[in-house]
């Protein structure tokens, strides 16, 4: 990536990591790299922290479609951070060898009520934040589909298959499958309501459409990612695979299937 020469760093400052993010720096410099302090200016992101911190930084850094993003935990790999901090070796290595690749990684675009949307790189949610269940009338390309009611619905990308959706027995999907997939948090199964109750792995051309029935007592809340948004007053929400892609700059022999090893067999 020889254009590439500006890089913006994103983590939250502490005392025990500022020497090693030195170190960092003293390494961007000797390998020709600028440290810029506007994202506007970057045409790399590098996120120090874990998968929760990487996150994050794509959602302060505002989903740059343009740039490349990195992720560097400190101490031990995530699903996102490939480099670690405590291993400065191997990322000087990797920036001399060819063994790093980029990889496009498919984000959710969520809007509601009509409003700006927002990208979600592992999950949006949408949950009752008070004791009563919710009512939600699930739509797929039109079609009413189901009226769900219980404790709410996570809609996953293919990289966030293996955090909350993983947790709500959700299949683990190969991120080369555009596609978002649709779990249930404690669906109330009756005579009055019915939904589907296995997981929906849903084709990246396919739109979602929820609309929240309101009663009037009704509080959900709804989750992008790691941040959490009050709809209170909205009643539809949107979900599709977006055109745009998080660019990653991913170690090859550090691919999904070794890290879905490594995590949880
Ligand atoms: P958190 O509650 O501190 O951490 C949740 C855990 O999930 C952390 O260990 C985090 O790794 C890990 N994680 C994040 N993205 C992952 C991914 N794509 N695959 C596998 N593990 C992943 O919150 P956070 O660190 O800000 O992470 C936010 C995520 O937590 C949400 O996007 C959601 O997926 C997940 N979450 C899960 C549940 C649940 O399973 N019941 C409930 C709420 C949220 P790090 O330690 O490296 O940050
Ligand atoms: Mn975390």
Redesign the pocket.
Known sequence: MPERRNVYLHYVEEEKTKEKVDRLRELGRKYNFRLVDNVKDANIIASI?????F??SLRRTDFQEDCLYLSI?DGHL????DFDLEDLESIEKAMQTDMVEVLRYPVLEVTIDGQKGFYCL??C?IRSNVIKTFVVDIFIDGLHFETFRGDGLVI?TP??S???????KGAIVDPRLVSMQLTEMASLDNNNYRTLGSPLLLSGDRELVLQVVQDGNDHPIM?V??EALSIRHSKEIRVKVSERKVKMLKLKDNSFLHKVKR?FL
């Open positions: 922290g874990g998968d929760g911190a996150l994050q935990n995530g699903f996102y951070a592992n999950e949610s996953s990289t966030g293996t955090a909350y959706n993983k947790s709500l989750g990612d790691n995590s």
